[in-house]
């Protein structure tokens, strides 16, 4: 919806203490603080919230349309159903959970935090009918994970679980904190040695520029 929007708005959300008005170079830093303060409320209540930004930022009730009806696009971004998991399962592929609606788990209370992590492997299972041994966190960094994120996934029975960081792969790494690689076709051995090694992660910190100032926000 941001990408959508003209250039520059005003939002105003007094249910979670947020009125600023962005320009197009604050837009993923407002999206990144609607994530945190969206994460604690149920999915219907983010639901009507993201129906008020809608409106907000004047864009139509069907402004996602193009996404769902065009067949490239709704393969690229929208989810798969039951069925295609169930396809996808049965060509060989490992299929993981992610849990349920995909919030910062960091910003949930521990009931909730629980019940996204462990529905999640259990209605996997259901659909497919076959142990779901591993959890990538949503976003995986180290603000949207916790020890106690950890925790939960080791309980509710994953045998590993993902972090969205790569890092150095060594032998004090727990199993419920695992580091992923990004790879393309592209990618060499070289890169991969980097990756792996901790290298890369070294030198992003090493010259990586210093962040914008961030979007004013009120309690």
């Keep these: 919806m941001f990408l959508a929007a003209a250039e520059s708005f005003t939002l105003e959300l007094h249910e979670i203490g947020m009125q600023a008005k962005v320009s197009r170079q604050e837009k993923h830093s407002l999206w990144w603080e609607l994530v945190k303060k969206l994460s604690p409320w149920d999915l219907n209540c983010r639901k009507t919230l993201l129906g008020r930004i809608r409106m907000q930022l004047g864009l139509a009730e069907q402004w996602d349309a193009e996404y769902r009806d065009d067949p490239v696009l709704s393969r690229r971004f929208l989810l798969l159903n039951e069925s295609e998991l ?7 592929m490992c299929i993981g959970a992610h849990t349920v609606s995909h919030p910062m788990l960091s910003q949930l209370s521990s009931d909730q935090a629980w019940s996204e992590i462990s529905e999640s492997k259990l209605s996997f299972e259901r659909v497919l009918g076959r142990a779901i041994w591993a959890l990538a966190y949503p976003f995986g960094d180290s603000s949207s994970v916790t020890s106690r994120e950890l925790q ?22 727990s199993k419920f904190a695992l580091p992923r690689v990004h790879i393309t076709a592209e990618t060499t051995l070289t890169e991969l040695e980097a990756h792996i090694s901790g290298l890369h992660q070294s030198l992003r910190a090493l010259f990586r520029p210093a962040r914008p100032s961030a979007v004013g926000f009120n309690a």
Excluded at 86 to 92: D, I, P, V, W
């Design 152 to 173: 939960m996934a080791e309980r509710a029975g994953f045998k590993s679980a993902f972090l969205n960081v790569d890092g150095a792969f060594g032998a004090e790494i």
């Design 86 to 92: 169930q396809q996808l399962a049965s060509a060989g």
